[in-house]
């Protein structure tokens, strides 16, 4: 990977992918706190509660890694 200059074809790949984890994480998060909602059962609503915690850290793990990442091209 290149630290300084253009990014590479392949670099330009892995952002996209960066974005497209993040959306899943946060689609999986919104998808998960509805099915707690619609949830009868504690149990099973706390299931659903600890499975959008989960994608919750998936996301703020994503995101480091994504800010390191970034780090290597943009400068501010």
Do not use: C, N
Not at 9 to 38: I, P, S
């Amino acid at each position: 990977m290149s630290a300084h200059g253009p990014m590479t074809d392949r670099e330009k790949q892995l952002f996209e992918a960066f974005k497209v984890a993040l959306d899943a994480e946060r689609a999986a998060q919104g998808k998960y706190g509805e099915m707690a909602a619609m949830a009868d059962a504690p149990e099973i609503r706390r299931v659903f509660e600890q499975f959008q915690r989960d994608e919750a850290e998936h996301e703020e793990g994503l995101l480091r890694l994504y800010g390191d990442f970034k780090a290597r091209f943009i400068r501010e």
